[in-house]
């Protein structure tokens, strides 16, 4: 059985300790530690560390009995499933997933102005997505409700509630731009409850500080370099981005982000709005002077170019703690564009006597801009993006470097399908049987006809996708009746079972579809650009939904399109339905809402550098956490320390492992299984987890192992060249552990996959081999160590028993 290989450190006291570090979907204290009574040693509701009540203090009594280290468990899930208001982040889907494009840049060496190119059209591309939803809230609530249905006796009739607004009233909110004031409150509503959301989460995440970083860091290193050389003692190591000492601390950027996305959100109603009544003074022999709504207009422009100068600007500070903030922008630009949206409320409401809503507001244009606009930034986003990669490739970088420009436009996609299906949702129950943009029969217009060719794209876009998919199943049937034999030969087994061998080399053949997912997103981001770019075509040279569009073009093509534009605004609308469902069922179910967490668990581990209405970064939280524990308790009891991480949790624990200062790192060992830290954070995010990276950290601490399995479709090797330093893999472990029944294991045991890492005991004895390397143990007398130090905490070192449990 391999170990870890012995090398020089300093000496120990007795004292050693497991931190377990759960993964994704969490786990309580009690099924950590397996053990029903623990005690909070430190931590709040949110994210604590626990003991079992028994070891409470046993570095200050030497006679505790039980073999291994002290096991503590560190329980993060409530970061991402914590209270009811978990169940809005469904609704910031394509925030998180644009944030996290921000992230998967290519390695970059000495390309600092590429690396800023990059990083600036991101921020864009997720600027485009705070407009585009509430462009889609101003579609619902100004031009549907307020302009059609509100203008249009025959759909207002069937709604009580438009009473005051209706024309038939004749009341003095009867007036159009009376109508649009009013219903700006929806859509500015959003914008606040936005603001809220990010501002609460902004002081309970971005605000956490660490008790390592205390001063300016002083290593050798550039804001945009993927990794820093520190010297000290005559000799450097390499730094990656994570262990700067305010890469978790991202306080500033997002307040500056923040106030740029408000005040856009902002201007974009107040351009609903005033823009609607500055054309009918335009066209129109209104008492009101053109020349306010000129200079309206001229005051948004002004405030739109200093949104996108703030959002273009750099913020990110990663090289010291930044606790400066911009206080000019923060409140004088939603300040102002707040100012603006009330001044073109007023505005609005101007007694326009003459003045009569007809067909539908110029929303066409708007959406269609922002399609295109986002189309060109995810355009050249892809052209930098392969650049970069080019002057330094890895070879297992997703999609050659394509992944971020991938990722960015299904952000935008994602975007679009919210936007058109609640729009077209709303339309179709505001006509009643009618159907909204098909002419005859519709009380009102509907919303633009871009929407509706949008999501008559989808059924071709799911079409498209049905062969690679049969493809991969064919080659995974394949993949599975291939393995058996070498199955078999592995356990060794004499009589062999062929259901158990197809169980088994299913699961592996499975697990390894994992690596098939980049090329399935690359063809699902291309073919959603070019059909994307179709439907704007389609749109603007036609000006009708395609139902109309296609009129006498033959049977088989109108029934097509018809058929398409049918089945695609069922799927849109049934994917708000399901958006719907979660959220209602998440807000009152706990078990509901930590299922959900799950995907939060993966899509917010990186802080908010691109979009601040994205949910929280709980790492900027997680890591400051396990960083001042393992500091804290390092130095007190000059004692030595296995932090343990299972799936999302070797991510985190590796992250705090990269913020411990060298007297601190040399004092704990990293022990990892069922990791993605390599299969899908070093192909997906290569300039923070990738080879540079890794085999920095390999040779910055003195001991580390991660253990894998093939039946796994997450964790899997890390892949450094061992040449360097320690060995690090070990795997995979045999899964199950026996192929049939043996007198040790008298009934069959399950295929665990991913999880229950423990039960096999190479992670005893790795364990142990990392406590042994960090140090001997040396006896003390009880109560002779000044400083509470337990000599005999960690018992036998070879120990095989399992301290906890790390994932549940």
């Excluded at 644009?98 to 992230?103: K, T």
């Excluded at 007023?346 to 539908?360: D, K």
């Excluded at 540079?692 to 997450?714: H, K, M, Y």
């Amino acid at each position: 059985m391999p170990t870890a290989p012995r090398a020089e450190s300093p000496q120990s006291g007795g004292a050693a300790l497991e931190l377990l570090v759960h993964g994704v979907g969490g786990a309580t204290p009690q099924e950590m530690l397996g053990d029903p009574r623990t005690t909070r040693i430190t931590g709040d509701a949110t994210a604590a560390i626990h003991r079992r009540t028994e070891d409470v203090g046993a570095e200050q009594r030497p006679g505790r009995d039980r073999e291994g280290p002290v096991a503590e468990a560190y329980c993060w899930s409530n970061l991402t499933s914590g209270n009811g208001s978990r169940a809005l982040w469904l609704l910031l889907l394509p925030f998180m997933v644009v944030n996290l494009a921000h992230w998967m840049r290519p390695t970059a060496r000495g390309r600092t102005r590429a690396v800023r190119l990059y990083g600036v059209l991101v921020r864009l591309v997720a600027l485009s997505l705070t407009v585009l939803l509430t462009a889609a809230a101003c579609e619902v609530a100004l031009d549907l409700v307020a302009w059609q249905c509100a203008g249009t006796p025959e759909c207002s009739v069937q709604r009580s509630w438009l009473g005051f607004l209706s024309t038939q009233q004749d009341g003095w909110f009867a007036q159009p731009g009376r109508r649009l004031a009013v219903a700006a409150l929806v859509p500015a509503a959003l914008v606040g409850l936005l603001w809220y959301l990010s501002h609460r989460t902004w002081s309970a995440y971005e605000s956490q500080r660490s008790l390592i970083w205390d001063g300016p860091d002083s290593a050798e290193t550039d804001a945009d370099a993927d990794t820093d050389v520190v010297t000290r003692s005559g000799a450097g190591h390499v730094r990656p981005a994570l262990g700067r000492p305010g890469f978790w601390y991202g306080r500033r950027l997002v307040a500056r982000l923040r106030a740029a996305h408000t005040a856009a959100g902002f201007l974009t109603v107040a351009a609903a709005v005033g823009g609607t009544a500055a054309r009918h003074d335009r066209a129109a022999d209104s008492p009101v002077p053109t020349a306010i709504g000129t200079l309206l207009e001229a005051g948004l422009l002004l405030c739109a170019l200093a949104v996108i100068a703030v959002v273009c600007r750099r913020g990110r500070s990663e090289r010291r703690l930044d606790n400066r903030l911009d206080r000019a922008v923060t409140t004088y630009l939603p300040g102002t564009a707040l100012a603006l949206l009330l001044l073109a409320s007023a505005y609005a409401g101007w007694s326009r006597p003459g003045w009569v809503s007809s067909g539908a507001l110029p929303g066409e244009a708007v959406f269609r801009a922002l399609a295109v606009g986002q189309a060109l930034l995810v355009v050249v986003l892809a052209v930098v993006a392969l650049s970069l990669y080019r002057s330094a490739p890895e070879p297992r970088t997703t999609l050659h470097g394509l992944g971020g420009p991938a990722v960015a436009m299904l952000a935008c996609a994602l975007g679009g399908v919210m936007t058109g299906g609640i729009a077209q949702r709303v339309a179709d129950w505001l006509d009643g049987p009618g159907t909204p943009g098909m002419g005859a029969g519709a009380d009102i217009d509907g919303p633009p006809v871009l929407l509706s060719w949008q999501a008559s794209v989808i059924p071709v876009l799911l079409l498209l996708l049905l062969p690679p998919l049969v493809w991969l199943a064919a080659r995974t049937v394949r993949r599975a009746r291939l393995l058996g034999p070498a199955i078999e030969a592995e356990y060794a087994e004499r009589n062999p079972e062929p259901g158990r061998t197809r169980r088994i080399a299913r699961t592996r053949a499975t697990a390894a579809l994992t690596d098939s997912a980049p090329g399935i997103l690359g063809l699902l981001s291309a073919a959603t650009l070019l059909l994307g770019a179709a439907a704007v075509t389609g749109s603007w040279l036609t000006g009708e939904v395609p139902g109309l569009a296609t009129d006498g073009t033959g049977p088989f093509v109108e029934s097509v399109a018809e058929t398409a534009q049918s089945t695609g605004s069922w799927l849109t609308g049934f994917g708000v339905i399901l958006f719907v469902t979660w959220g209602r069922r998440a807000y009152r179910d706990v078990s509901a809402r930590r299922t959900i967490g799950i995907l939060w668990d993966v899509g917010t581990f990186w802080p908010r550098a691109a979009h601040p209405f994205a949910p929280p970064c709980y790492a900027e939280r997680a890591v400051p956490d396990l960083s001042s524990r393992m500091c804290a308790w390092t130095g007190r009891t000059r004692g030595r320390l296995v932090i343990s991480g299972h799936s999302q949790g070797s991510v985190l624990a590796a992250a705090a492992v990269w913020q411990l200062p060298d007297s601190a790192r040399h004092r704990v060992a990293l022990l990892t299984y069922g990791s993605p830290i390599e299969r899908l954070y070093g192909r997906w995010f290569p300039a923070y987890f990738g080879r540079v990276p890794l085999e920095g950290l390999q040779r910055s601490v003195d001991c580390w192992r991660n253990l894998w399995r093939a039946t796994d479709p997450i964790g899997g090797p890390v892949r450094i060249d061992e040449r360097q330093g320690h060995e690090v893999d070990r795997g995979p472990l045999k899964d199950p552990l026996v192929y049939g029944r043996t007198p040790e294991h008298p009934l069959p045991e399950p295929i665990l996959g991913h999880s229950d890492y423990q039960a096999d005991p190479a992670f005893a004895a790795e364990r142990a081999a990392l406590l042994e390397r960090l140090g001997p143990v040396v006896p003390q007398q009880a109560g002779a160590d000044p400083e509470g130090r337990d000599s005999t905490a960690q018992g036998d070192s070879t120990a095989q028993g399992s301290a906890g449990r790390s994932s549940g």
